[in-house]
């Protein structure tokens, strides 16, 4: 039973029968985990609060194969973001980002950029107030490092450049007109002003995506964007900030 | 032993509650067997009758044989105070200590973004409703100090303090018992915060 020691942000957790705690965690090194910590729910418990969502520590796990699931032995806290947990509003953006997160990662598929773009958005979090624009870029970077960047210089069918391309979320990046026949391909219209906001997201670094101030209607349009691309990736509808934050 | 048996079957229903496994279901069929029937028949009843006869008061939402719990039906309890807890089970625990003389209010439930469960869920309405007479001025937020016990607590400040009522918050920090330098920086960041003077 080999012993793992890793950092992680923990995304969230369930209640798992009497007294424990079922954990789900991004490692850096493991990606998305689950473990099963027994005895969490306990007054007297050895892991404190460093099960709580959002909170980055260090945990030292048991591999239990071929069992799925993890043993946390420890767990010390390296950041509590304390502060993020604090603020009604500020909870439900870094949930809405967490549930993104849980829902788009395989399980034991580390991506060190997607742990510190989380790292990123909770260390912003924890001073400013993430605005819903904010938070769709930090959605758009992670689609970046997760594989599913958008290809939007080119047609993705034919590779030439065109000034009215729609984007297609079946294809993951822009179509020209040729190569929709007869509107068969679902597509929808970017604005100039959208592509260019997208582009700058995919170069930036994560720790300056909020530097970028999109107006409000690029960031309705970078939502719909994302609504019509994620429901084709998870092939259900993922639930707007909007519906977290109700 | 026959597996489809009363005695195995009696096994296997007491499973179903937390905290009993196969041993432990086994050890219980066992003594019930050495009861008097009548002890044996006083144990079913008293399951029958809470799954028949118990109800949620209507304004308090804690569990009760009556429309109006004991509680809420009392008249020498402070009216203007109302406790909030997660659960019946917490209003158990508080009524135990004796400290406490205000009213109740069971939300049965907790706001939590990560698994979907919003204000609309939990009974959070009723608890807006019950603020309307005035005669209540303290709200105080009993909700577990976890994420969805501060989401909570959060959101009902937002909501009571603009109508003209005081929200406060239970103490939260250091359990009673243990050695300070074991506690996690969370619980004692929490336990300066909220701080009294002696």
Known sequence: MPLIETDAIVLNSLKLGEADKLVTFYSPTLGKIKAVARGARKVKNKYGSSLEPFTHGHLVIYDKKPQVLYRLFQSDII?????????????????????FIEALSPEGDPSVPVFNLFLKLLEYTKVFEASPGLINLFKVKFLGYAGYELLLDRCVKCQSSFPSMRFSPSLGGMVCSPCIPDNALYSVAISPAVQSVLKQTFKMDPGLISRIRPSEEVNKEISHILEVFIFHILGKKFPSLETTSK | ?????????????????????QKTA????????????????EIGQAIIDIKERLIFCSKCRNISEVELCLICSDPRRDRTKILVVEEPSTVYAIEKTGE???????LLGVISPLDGVSPEDIHIKEL??????????????????NMDGETTALYLSKTIRPLGVKVTRIALGIPVGIDIEYADEVSLVRSIEGRREL
Request: no cysteine; charged share 25%.
């Open chain 2, 100 to 106: 406490y003389r205000g009213l109740y209010h069971v």
């Open chain 2, 128 to 145: 807006i409703d019950r603020l309307a007479d005035h005669e209540v001025k303290e709200v105080i937020v009993a909700t577990s100090p």
């Open chain 2, 26 to 41: 086994q050890r219980h069929a066992f003594a019930i067997l050495k009861m008097f029937p009548q002890e044996a028949r």
């Open chain 1, 79 to 99: 950041e509590s973001f304390q502060r993020v947990r604090s603020d009604y509003d500020k909870i439900m953006t870094t949930s809405h980002f967490s549930l």
């Open chain 2, 1 to 21: 032993m026959d597996q489809n048996g009363v005695f195995a079957n009696l096994i296997k229903q007491l499973t179903k509650l937390p905290g009993v496994g």
